[in-house]
C-alpha cells in the first residue's frame, strides 16, 4: 500500500507539491489572511458610540478621520521615526558584536556569546521595560552612574521609548545579522586585506554591501516589532502615544473597533511598503 | 653582493593548536622568478602562502618581502596580491569594479582606476564581460578575473593557491599557457601552490617540494624530475619504479636504492642483447592511454613494474612474456628516507 | 578576518560594552527581585529574600508559567510541523505562486502585532463566533511562529542541496522513508533552532495574546501584566524573571552544543 | 440591535426567587477584586465562598473600563464589577441584568447613599450591588510642593504648573476630561457647567484647552498605580491625580493627598449580573458574599478603597482603614462626582445635545497629541 | 537474438526551458561494459546520467533498462545505483551505516544486511573505518564508501557522474585502476562520466564524445582517439595539431582537414631524407614535463605545430631552427565539422 503511494507520489511531483503545500497554506489563508482581509472590511463600518455594538453599513468616514485626522499624521510620523530610530541603533550596535561573534572569536568564545545575547529573550518584555522604567527614573542607575561623567538621564519620553525598544528588540537584530556574516567568506575579506584594504575599508566596501539582506532581515523584526508597540510607551513614554496607543485605546478601550482597524490600516501600509522596497534584495529569506 | 630578495623566509615555523603546519622554513625567491610549492595535501603549501600573504602570523622566524621584515606587518600593509583558489571575487561588485578594487582602496581617482583596471581586463582578454557579476561568468573567466585583480596593483610578488584548481582539465591546459605567458611579460615573481606535479614542472623556473611542512628537495624542474633526492620526491613528482638495495643489487648489482622511470624501459619480445640490463616478465595489465600505453609488468621475482611505451610500438595482451631492458645511466641512486 | 591587534581589541572593548548594556538593566532587575521596596527604585533602599519566599509559594505564577509553557509548546510544534511542510514544498519544487507564499509567511511577524491581534480577535469572536480560550491564543501564537521554522529549515535545506535525498531514492527509498532516514535528520538542527526561537516568540508575547486569550487563560506575560497593577506583587514579577533567565539559559546551552557538534 | 444612540433601555424583569446552584461562575473584575490565594496566599476570600457555595469561580481582570465592557459583550462573565464609566452602557447594551435586592440579603447593610445612583439604577430598576468608593485626590510631594495645595489649581492653572513643569501627572482615560471639566465648573461660572459628565461641544472643546495646557507640563499619565507609585517614589511626579490606596502603599512621610476644595471625581463599582449569564445563581451567590462584611472589608482593603457598609468597616484588619478612607462620611462623599457614562441625552437634564463617550475618547488621544 | 540491453535510450530529449540538455538522443549500452560518456562542461553527461537515474525528466523518447520501458518510474523503483560527483555520504550515519542504507530501505534485516555491508567494506579495504561518520574520512575513502554504498545493493547498471573530479592527481590515478578492477570482479555495468579524456581511454571499453547533447563519436578508445571522426574530436580527446584543407594541400598535397598527433612528429636538427613529410620551423616553446617535452613549432608560413618529445632525446631552445618530419599513415582525415 505504502508502496504504492510512494510510487505514485514518485511519477507525480505535483501531488507530493500538493501534499506538502495543502496543510500551510490553507492555515495561513483560513487563519491570516481572512483575518486580515475582515479587518479590513470592518474598516468601513461604523460603530454604536452608547451601546458599542457594529453597524455593518458600509461608509468611507473613518478612512476620512484617520486621512485627514492632524492627530494622525502627527502620531504616524512620530511612529515610524520612533521605529526608524530604534532599528538603526539596533543595526550599528549590533554590527560591531555580530562581527566580532562571526569573525573574530575563537568558536569557543562564539557560542558563549551567542548565547549570552539569546539569553535576555527570556527575561519577559514587561520585565525589561519595566526595569528601563527604573533606569530611567530620576535618580534612577542612569543618572546614578551618568552624573559622575556629566551624563544626564532622558527622563520618560520619546527618548525612553527608543531606548527601550532598541534594547528589547537588539537580540533579533543581532541574530540575523550574525547569521549574515557568518555566511561572508573569510576569504573575500583576505581578499581585501590582500589588495590594500584595511579594515575600514574592507568593512565599507566589503562586508557592508554583502550585508544587506541579513541587516534589513534584522530590521523587520525592529521595525515592525516597534511599528505596533502600545506597552512600552505607556511604561516610559511620559505623555506619548504611538500608532499603537490609538489602535489598542480604539479597539480595546474606546470598543471602536472599526476606527482602530482604519488606524491599522497605517502600519499595514508602511511595512508592506517596506517589504515591496526590500523584496528585491533577498532579505525575506534570512528572517 | 646578491640582490634583495623578493622572498625572504628564515626558520619559519607555523603551529595550529598540535599540528605543526610550517616548521622551520628557510626559502629564498629570486626576483622574477615563477616559483612552485609542490606537495601533498595537508602538507603546508597554503600555510607558507597565507603566512607570506599576512593573513596568518608566524608562530615563530621571520619573513622578509624585497628585503624588509614584515613578520609583523598586517596584510593591507604587504606589497604582494594573492589569486585564490576559490577566486575570492567580489559577488556584490561587476567585473570592472573587482578589478578596480585594490586602486579604490588607494584612493586612485575613478577614471584613471576605471582605466587601468580597463587596461589589465584587455592584458586577460575580458574587455565584453567588464559589466558582469562574477556569477555570470564561466570558471575560466573568474580566474582570470581574479588575476587581473591581482596584477593590477603592480605587487612585487604574485600569490597564487592552486589557482587552477577548480578548472577542468582542457581549461587547466589553456590557462597553464596564459599564466606563464603572462609572467614573463609581467617580469613579476609568482609563488605558485599546486599539487599538480605536471602543472609544476611545466610552469616553473624552481620548484620547491614539500613533506609535512618541509621542503625536502629544491631546484629546477629537471633537477627534480631527473635526480630526485629521496624515494618520496622521486615517487610524488612523476611516477618511479622502486628498488630497494636487495633487489638493486639482484637485477643491477649495486645494494643501494634506486629510482627508475618508466618511459626509460624498453620493452621486447625477444632478448636483445646490446642492452645494459635486461630482465624478463609477464604482462599484467596493459592501460590504453591514447599517446602511451601503461604496462605493468609482473617479473619472476615477484617485483612490479610499471613501463610507459609510445603507443602503435608494439601491443601487448595480457598474459604476454615479454623481456624490459634499461640502461644504467636511467638509473636515479636515493638516498634513503630517513637520511633526507 | 586578519585584524590589526588594536582593531581586535577595539572590537572586543565593543563587545564588551554592549555586553554590559545588555546586563545591566537586568541586573536592576536581579537587584531589585531583593529591594525591599516594591516599586524598583534606585538604589534599593535595603535588601530582602521577602520577595523570593513569597514568589515561591506563588501558585498563580507557577500557573502562569505552566501555561506559558503549553502554549509556546503547542504553537512550536504546529510551526514546526507547518513551516517545516511549507520550505519542503518552496525550496524542492518550482511553482506559480511561490513568491506570494513567500511573502505570505513572513506577512504575521512582519505586520505589528497589535494589528495581528485583533485581526484575530475580531476573526475568531465576531467572524467564527468562537470562544477565546487557549487554543485562540495557540493558534494565533503558531500562525507567526511559522516563519520562524521556515527560514532556518529553508536555509538549511538550501545548503544541503538535493544531492541526500537522490541518493537516498537512487538507492530504493519511496518520498516517506527519504524524509525519516534522510532528510528528517539533516533537518534536526535547524528545527531545533527554529523551534527555540518560535518558543521564545511565542513565550513572550503579550500584544497578539492580550486579543486572542480567553477568559481563564493566563499566560506570564498576561500575569506579569495584571500583577503589576497589583499592590506588592511587582518585585515577585522580577523574582519570577529572575528565574526564567537563570532556567532559559539550559535549552540554548543544548542547543548551541547540538549545533556546534555538526 | 441598533441602538442608534438611543439612551433608555427596556427595562428587563429581574427574577423572583433563585434555583439550584450551578457549582461555577465566572467573575470579571478589576485587578485585586477577586484574589483567591494564587498570587499570596495571605489574601484569599474566594476560597471561602467555594466552600461555602460550592460554587468554583475563575475571574478575569481587566485594565480599564473600556476593555471591560469589550470583554463582557463576550457573555463569557457571570458576573462583572464595574465602575460607573461602564455600568451604564452594559445596560445600555444590555449586557446586565436587573437584580432583585431581596434575594441579597447582604445588600441590606450597604450605606443608603449607595444604593439607587444613577450609575447602578435605571427607571427605578436596580441593575448591581454597591462595592467599595474612593475619590481621586491630589497628592503631592512636600520636598517640592512646600505648600500644601487646597485646589485642584495646582493641576489646572499654568502659574501653578510652571513650577513642576514635567512632574506633573494625569489619570490616564478619557473620563478624567470629567476632572478638568468640575474645575471649570468651580472656576468659571461662564462655562455654564453643572455636572462634569454632561458637556456640550463648547463646554468638551473649554476642558479639552484646559488639558492641552496642562498637558504641556505633564510628566506622564498614569494608568495602572505601580507606574505612579514608582514615578512618585523617585520624584518623577511630584504633584498630581491619585488614589488614597497609592498614597497609602508609598508609605513615605512626604507623600501626601488631600481632597481639594472643589470637590473630586470619584469611583463607585457595582457588581452585576450578566444578562447572558449561564449561572445566574452562583451569580447571586457571589453579589451576596461579596457585599459580605467580611468579603466587603477583605476586597476593600486589599485593593484600597472605602467599604460599602458600616459592618465592613467594623472587619477591616486596620481599625483605622475607614477613617483614612472617609468610608460612611456622607459629607465627603457628597463632595464626589461618581464617574460615570457620558452620553448624548445630557445627564444634567439640558435641552441640548451633550457630547458622548466616544467622543471624549476621541478628544483624549487629541490630548495626547 | 540480441541480448537485451542494461541500458538502451530512444530519441531521449530534455529541456530545461530554453536549453535543450540532451538532444535526441540513442544509446545502446551493452552487458557488463565500462561505458564512458566524455565531453566538456555543460554537454549534457549529467543530464544524461540523471535521466537513467530517474532524477529527471525525460522531455521526450524512452528510457529502458533491461528491456523494461522505465521512462515514467521513479527514481527509487529503478534498478540503479549511483556514485555521485560529490559522494552524497549521508552525514549523520556511519560509514557501515551508509553502506547499509539500500538494504535498510530494502527491509533486509540488520544483522544480515551489516554482514552484507561489511563485505561491500572489505572489498574496498575500508573495515577499519566502518565505525566513522563520513566527515572524519580523507577523500579517496570518502569515494570508496560510495563505492561500497552503490555496489551492495547489486544493480544491474552503475552509474558514476565525474566520481574521481574532486580527488587529487595521485589519488585519482590509483582510485582509476582500483575502479577498472572492481568492474572486472563485478562484472557490473559501469556507466561513466568524465571530462577527462586520459581517465576514458584508460578505463573504458567504449567511450561516447558528447557535443552540446548528442553524442557526436562513439567507439573504443583506440578508435576514438586514432580515428576521430571531426576536428572537434581530434581536439578533444588528446592533442591534435589541426591542419585545414589549404594548408594540408600546401603541405602534404591532400586538399582535405587533417589531424595530426603531436607525438607522431618527429624533430631533427638537420633534414631527414627518408621520411615521408618533412617541413621547416623555429621553436616557438619548449616546456618540460618530466617525461616528456613539449615544443611549440612555427613553421616558415605561419603555422604553429605541437611536438611531443620523449625528453632526453635532444633538447632544443627558443628560437633554434629545426626540421619536423612524420609519415603519412600518421595523418587523421577528419570530415568537416558541419557534416558530422
Ligand atoms: N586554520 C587551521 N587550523 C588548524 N589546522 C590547520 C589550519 N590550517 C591548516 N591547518 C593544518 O595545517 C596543515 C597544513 O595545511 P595546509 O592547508 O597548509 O596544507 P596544503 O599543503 O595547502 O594542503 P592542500 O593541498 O590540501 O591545500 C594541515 O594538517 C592542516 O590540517
Ligand atoms: N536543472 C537545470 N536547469 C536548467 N538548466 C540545466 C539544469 N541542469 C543542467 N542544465 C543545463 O543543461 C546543460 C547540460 O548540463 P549537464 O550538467 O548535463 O552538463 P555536463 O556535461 O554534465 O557538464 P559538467 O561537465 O560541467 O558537469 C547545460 O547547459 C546546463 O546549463
Ligand atoms: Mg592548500
Ligand atoms: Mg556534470
Keep these: 500500500m505504502s508502496h504504492r503511494v510512494g510510487a505514485l507520489l514518485g511519477r507525480y511531483p505535483a501531488l507530493r507539491l500538493g501534499l506538502l503545500i495543502a496543510a500551510p497554506l490553507t492555515w495561513l489563508v483560513a487563519v491570516y489572511v481572512v483575518a486580515?482581509?475582515?479587518?479590513?472590511?470592518?474598516?468601513?463600518?461604523?460603530?454604536?458610540?452608547?451601546?458599542?455594538?457594529?453597524?455593518?453599513?458600509?461608509?468611507?468616514?473613518?478612512?476620512?478621520?484617520?486621512?485627514?485626522?492632524?492627530?494622525?499624521?502627527?502620531?504616524?510620523?512620530?511612529?515610524?521615526?520612533?521605529?526608524?530610530?530604534?532599528?538603526?541603533?539596533?543595526?550599528l550596535i549590533a554590527l560591531p558584536i555580530a562581527f566580532y561573534m562571526a569573525k573574530v572569536a575563537t568558536p569557543r568564545r562564539r557560542r558563549i556569546l551567542l548565547i549570552a545575547v539569546l539569553t535576555p529573550l527570556w527575561a519577559s518584555y514587561l520585565v525589561k521595560a519595566f526595569a528601563w522604567r527604573a533606569t530611567l527614573s530620576d535618580g534612577g542607575l542612569l543618572e546614578w552612574l551618568g552624573t559622575p561623567i556629566g551624563l544626564q538621564s532622558p527622563g520618560y519620553g520619546l527618548s525612553a521609548v527608543v531606548m527601550t525598544q532598541a534594547y528589547i528588540w537588539l537580540p533579533y537584530v543581532i541574530l540575523p545579522i550574525f547569521a549574515g556574516l557568518e555566511r561572508v567568506p573569510d576569504s573575500l575579506l583576505e581578499a581585501s586585506g590582500d589588495l590594500g584594504g584595511g579594515p575600514v575599508h574592507t568593512l565599507r566596501w566589503v562586508v557592508l554591501p554583502l550585508l544587506v539582506p541579513a541587516v534589513i532581515a534584522g530590521s523587520i523584526f525592529s521595525f515592525s516589532l516597534t511599528l505596533g508597540d502600545y506597552i512600552t510607551v505607556n511604561i516610559v513614554g511620559g505623555t506619548s502615544q504611538m500608532l499603537g496607543n490609538l489602535v489598542f485605546v480604539n479597539a480595546g478601550a474606546a470598543n471602536n473597533l472599526p476606527l482602530a482597524a482604519t488606524i491599522a490600516l497605517i502600519p499595514i501600509v508602511v511595512m508592506l511598503g517596506y517589504l515591496a522596497a526590500v523584496r528585491r534584495t533577498g532579505a525575506l529569506d534570512n528572517l | 653582493m646578491q640582490p634583495t630578495p623578493p622572498v625572504l623566509l628564515r626558520a619559519l615555523t607555523k603551529r595550529f593548536g598540535e599540528v605543526v603546519a610550517v616548521d622551520g622554513l628557510d626559502l629564498t625567491v629570486h626576483d622574477g622568478e615563477f616559483f612552485s610549492m609542490l606537495g601533498p595535501s595537508g602538507s603546508g603549501k597554503t600555510t607558507v602562502l597565507r603566512l607570506i600573504a599576512g593573513f596568518e602570523r608566524a608562530t615563530s622566524g621571520t619573513i622578509e618581502l624585497d628585503g624588509q621584515d614584515v613578520t609583523a606587518t598586517a596584510a593591507h600593509q604587504r606589497d604582494v596580491?594573492?589569486?585564490?583558489?576559490?577566486?575570492?571575487?567580489?559577488?556584490?561588485?561587476?567585473?570592472?569594479?573587482?578589478?578596480?578594487?585594490?586602486?579604490?582602496?588607494?584612493?586612485?581617482?575613478?577614471?584613471?582606476?576605471?582605466?587601468?583596471?580597463?587596461?589589465?581586463?584587455?592584458?586577460?582578454?575580458?574587455?565584453?564581460?567588464?559589466?558582469?557579476?562574477?556569477?555570470?561568468?564561466?570558471?575560466?573567466?573568474?580566474?582570470?578575473?581574479?588575476?587581473?585583480?591581482?596584477?593590477?596593483?603592480?605587487?612585487?610578488?604574485?600569490?597564487?593557491d592552486e589557482p587552477l584548481g577548480a578548472l577542468d582539465l582542457?581549461?587547466?591546459?589553456?590557462?597553464?599557457?596564459?599564466?606563464?605567458?603572462?609572467?614573463?611579460?609581467?617580469?613579476?615573481?609568482?609563488?605558485?601552490?599546486?599539487?599538480?606535479?605536471?602543472?609544476?614542472?611545466?610552469?616553473?623556473?624552481?620548484?620547491?617540494?614539500?613533506?609535512?611542512?618541509?621542503i625536502v628537495q629544491i631546484g629546477t624542474p629537471a633537477e627534480i624530475y631527473e635526480r630526485p633526492a629521496s624515494p618520496y620526491v622521486a615517487q610524488f613528482v612523476g611516477t618511479s619504479n622502486l628498488f630497494d638495495s636487495a633487489t638493486s643489487q639482484r637485477l643491477f648489482g649495486i645494494a643501494r636504492r634506486h629510482g627508475l622511470r618508466p618511459e626509460k624501459i624498453q620493452l621486447h619480445h625477444e632478448r636483445v642483447p646490446d642492452a645494459e640490463i635486461v630482465v624478463e616478465g609477464v604482462i599484467a595489465e596493459s592501460i590504453y592511454l591514447g599517446s602511451e600505453i601503461r604496462v605493468h609488468l609482473q617479473l619472476d621475482d615477484g617485483t612490479q613494474l610499471i613501463v610507459l611505451e609510445r603507443a602503435g610500438e608494439h601491443t601487448e595482451h595480457r598474459g604476454e612474456k615479454v623481456v624490459a631492458s634499461w640502461s644504467r645511466r636511467d638509473l636515479v641512486p636515493l638516498t634513503d628516507e630517513k637520511a633526507s | 578576518m586578519t585584524l590589526s591587534r588594536t582593531a581586535r581589541r577595539v572590537l572586543a572593548g565593543l563587545t564588551g560594552l554592549i555586553l554590559t548594556g545588555?546586563?545591566?538593566?537586568?541586573?536592576?532587575?536581579?537587584?531589585?527581585?531583593?529591594?525591599?521596596?516594591?516599586a524598583m527604585t534606585w538604589p534599593p533602599s535595603g535588601l530582602t529574600l521577602e520577595w523570593w519566599r513569597r514568589a515561591a509559594s506563588n501558585t498563580g505564577a507557577r500557573d502562569a508559567v505552566l501555561t506559558s509553557v503549553q502554549v509556546a509548546a503547542l504553537a512550536t510544534l504546529i510551526a514546526l510541523i507547518l513551516g517545516?511542510?511549507?520550505?519542503?514544498?518552496?525550496?524542492?519544487?518550482?511553482?506559480?505562486?511561490?513568491?506570494?507564499?513567500?511573502?505570505?509567511?513572513?506577512?504575521?511577524?512582519?505586520?505589528?502585532?497589535?494589528?495581528?491581534?485583533?485581526?484575530?480577535?475580531?476573526?475568531?469572536?465576531?467572524?467564527?463566533?468562537?470562544?477565546?480560550?487557549?487554543?485562540?491564543?495557540?493558534?494565533?501564537?503558531?500562525?507567526?511562529?511559522?516563519?520562524?521554522?521556515?527560514?532556518?529549515?529553508?536555509?538549511?535545506?538550501?545548503?544541503?542541496?538535493?544531492?541526500?535525498?537522490?541518493?537516498?531514492?537512487?538507492?530504493?527509498?519511496?518520498?516517506?522513508?527519504?524524509?525519516?532516514?534522510?532528510?528528517?535528520?539533516?533537518?534536526?538542527?535547524?528545527?531545533?533552532?527554529?523551534?527555540?526561537?518560535?518558543?521564545?516568540?511565542?513565550?513572550?508575547?503579550?500584544?497578539?495574546?492580550?486579543?486572542?486569550?480567553?477568559?481563564?487563560?493566563?499566560?506570564?506575560?498576561?500575569?506579569?501584566?495584571?500583577?503589576?497593577?497589583?499592590?506588592?506583587?511587582?518585585?515577585?514579577?522580577?523574582?519570577?524573571?529572575?528565574?526564567?533567565?537563570?532556567?532559559?539559559?539550559?535549552?540554548?546551552?543544548?542547543?548551541?552544543?547540538?549545533?556546534?557538534?555538526? | 440591535a441598533c441602538g442608534g444612540g438611543s439612551d433608555s433601555a427596556e427595562t428587563s424583569q429581574a427574577v423572583e426567587e433563585l434555583g439550584e446552584k450551578e457549582g461555577q461562575v465566572s467573575i470579571l473584575a478589576w485587578p485585586g477584586y477577586v484574589e483567591d490565594g494564587t498570587n499570596d496566599p495571605e489574601v484569599d476570600w474566594v476560597t471561602p465562598f467555594e466552600e461555602q457555595t460550592g460554587c468554583q469561580v475563575t475571574s478575569k481582570t481587566y485594565g480599564t473600563s473600556d476593555e471591560a465592557l469589550n470583554l463582557a459583550k463576550t457573555g463569557e462573565y457571570d458576573v462583572v464589577a464595574a465602575s460607573g464609566d461602564l455600568s451604564l452602557r452594559l445596560i445600555a447594551s444590555k449586557e446586565a441584568a436587573a437584580v432583585n435586592t431581596d434575594l441579597v440579603p447582604n445588600y441590606a447593610e450597604v450605606f443608603d447613599f449607595l444604593k439607587n445612583t444613577e450609575w447602578n439604577t435605571v427607571d427605578g430598576v436596580n441593575y448591581g450591588i454597591p462595592h467599595g468608593y474612593g475619590a481621586n485626590l491630589l497628592q503631592y510631594n512636600t520636598d517640592v510642593v512646600t505648600e500644601a495645595p487646597t485646589s485642584w489649581s495646582a493641576v489646572f492653572e499654568e502659574s501653578e504648573l510652571a513650577k513642576y513643569q514635567g512632574k506633573v501627572t494625569a489619570y490616564d482615560s478619557p473620563i478624567y476630561i470629567a476632572d478638568a471639566a468640575l474645575y471649570l465648573m468651580k472656576?468659571?461660572?461662564?462655562?455654564?457647567?453643572?455636572?462634569?459628565?454632561?458637556?456640550?461641544?463648547?463646554?468638551?472643546?473649554?476642558?479639552?484647552?484646559?488639558?492641552?495646557?496642562?498637558?504641556?507640563?505633564?510628566?506622564?499619565?498614569?494608568?495602572?498605580?505601580l507606574k505612579l507609585i514608582s514615578a512618585s517614589e523617585t520624584g518623577d511626579t511630584v504633584v498630581g491625580t491619585t488614589w488614597q490606596v497609592i498614597v497609602n502603599s508609598i508609605g513615605k512621610d512626604n507623600i501626601r493627598a488631600v481632597l481639594?476644595?472643589?470637590?473630586?471625581?470619584?469611583?463607585?463599582?457595582?457588581?452585576?449580573?450578566?444578562?447572558?449569564?449561564?449561572?445566574?445563581?452562583?451569580?447571586?451567590?457571589?453579589?451576596?458574599?461579596?457585599?459580605?462584611?467580611?468579603?466587603?472589608?477583605?476586597?476593600?482593603?486589599y485593593f484600597g478603597e472605602a467599604p460599602?457598609?458600616?459592618?465592613?468597616?467594623?472587619?477591616?484588619?486596620?481599625?483605622?482603614?475607614?477613617?483614612?478612607?472617609?468610608?460612611?462620611?456622607?459629607?465627603?462623599?457628597?463632595?464626589?462626582?461618581?464617574?460615570?457614562?457620558?452620553?448624548?441625552?445630557?445627564?444634567?437634564?439640558?435641552?441640548v445635545e451633550c457630547t458622548d463617550y466616544a467622543q471624549w475618547t476621541a478628544a483624549w488621544t487629541e490630548i495626547k497629541g
Design chain 1, 36 to 91: 486580515l482581509a475582515a479587518l479590513l472590511v470592518t474598516a468601513l463600518w461604523q460603530v454604536d458610540s452608547f451601546t458599542g455594538d457594529l453597524e455593518r453599513t458600509v461608509s468611507l468616514e473613518n478612512l476620512k478621520t484617520v486621512l485627514t485626522g492632524e492627530l494622525y499624521r502627527t502620531v504616524t510620523l512620530r511612529t515610524v521615526g520612533v521605529a526608524a530610530l530604534v532599528t538603526v541603533i539596533d543595526v
Design chain 4, 187 to 225: 472656576h468659571d461660572p461662564d462655562s455654564g457647567i453643572t455636572n462634569p459628565y454632561a458637556l456640550d461641544q463648547e463646554q468638551l472643546d473649554a476642558a479639552v484647552q484646559l488639558l492641552k495646557t496642562q498637558r504641556k507640563y505633564v510628566g506622564e499619565y498614569w494608568s495602572d498605580y
Design chain 3, 84 to 262: 517545516t511542510l511549507l520550505s519542503l514544498a518552496l525550496q524542492r519544487f518550482a511553482f506559480f505562486g511561490q513568491n506570494a507564499v513567500n511573502l505570505l509567511v513572513i506577512l504575521p511577524i512582519a505586520l505589528p502585532g497589535i494589528v495581528t491581534g485583533i485581526a484575530l480577535n475580531n476573526a475568531f469572536k465576531g467572524i467564527l463566533g468562537l470562544q477565546l480560550g487557549l487554543l485562540t491564543v495557540v493558534v494565533a501564537h503558531a500562525t507567526f511562529c511559522i516563519v520562524t521554522v521556515f527560514n532556518n529549515v529553508q536555509a538549511r535545506l538550501r545548503r544541503l542541496g538535493g544531492s541526500l535525498e537522490e541518493a537516498s531514492a537512487d538507492l530504493g527509498a519511496g518520498p516517506w522513508t527519504t524524509f525519516r532516514l534522510v532528510t528528517f535528520p539533516q533537518l534536526r538542527s535547524a528545527l531545533l533552532a527554529g523551534g527555540l526561537l518560535a518558543f521564545a516568540l511565542s513565550f513572550d508575547e503579550i500584544i497578539v495574546t492580550t486579543f486572542t486569550a480567553g477568559s481563564g487563560v493566563q499566560t506570564l506575560p498576561i500575569w506579569i501584566l495584571n500583577n503589576l497593577f497589583r499592590p506588592s506583587q511587582a518585585p515577585i514579577v522580577n523574582v519570577v524573571a529572575v528565574v526564567l533567565i537563570l532556567i532559559s539559559v539550559i535549552p540554548i546551552w543544548i542547543a548551541q552544543r547540538l549545533d556546534g557538534e555538526r
Design chain 2, 170 to 214: 582542457k581549461l587547466r591546459e589553456q590557462m597553464q599557457v596564459e599564466l606563464k605567458q603572462l609572467q614573463r611579460r609581467l617580469g613579476t615573481t609568482f609563488v605558485f601552490v599546486t599539487h599538480d606535479q605536471e602543472e609544476a614542472l611545466s610552469l616553473s623556473d624552481r620548484v620547491a617540494v614539500f613533506d609535512q611542512g618541509r
Design chain 4, 308 to 351: 460599602n457598609s458600616e459592618a465592613a468597616c467594623a472587619e477591616t484588619t486596620d481599625p483605622k482603614h475607614c477613617e483614612t478612607y472617609h468610608a460612611g462620611d456622607e459629607e465627603f462623599s457628597k463632595s464626589l462626582w461618581y464617574w460615570r457614562t457620558p452620553i448624548k441625552e445630557c445627564l444634567d437634564g439640558r435641552d
Design chain 3, 22 to 38: 545588555i546586563y545591566l538593566p537586568l541586573m536592576v532587575v536581579v537587584i531589585n527581585s531583593f529591594n525591599t521596596d516594591q
Design chain 2, 81 to 160: 596580491s594573492t589569486v585564490f583558489q576559490d577566486y575570492a571575487l567580489f559577488p556584490h561588485l561587476s567585473v570592472l569594479d573587482n578589478v578596480a578594487y585594490g586602486l579604490r582602496v588607494r584612493r586612485v581617482p575613478k577614471r584613471s582606476r576605471h582605466e587601468k583596471a580597463r587596461e589589465a581586463l584587455a592584458l586577460m582578454r575580458l574587455e565584453q564581460v567588464a559589466e558582469r557579476r562574477p556569477h555570470q561568468l564561466s570558471g575560466g573567466q573568474r580566474q582570470r578575473v581574479a588575476l587581473a585583480r591581482a596584477i593590477v596593483v603592480q605587487p612585487k610578488v604574485l600569490l597564487l
Design chain 4, 260 to 301: 481639594p476644595e472643589e470637590g473630586s471625581t470619584a469611583w463607585n463599582d457595582t457588581w452585576m449580573l450578566s444578562a447572558q449569564a449561564e449561572n445566574p445563581n452562583c451569580g447571586y451567590a457571589w453579589l451576596d458574599y461579596i457585599v459580605s462584611p467580611k468579603a466587603n472589608a477583605q476586597a476593600t482593603e
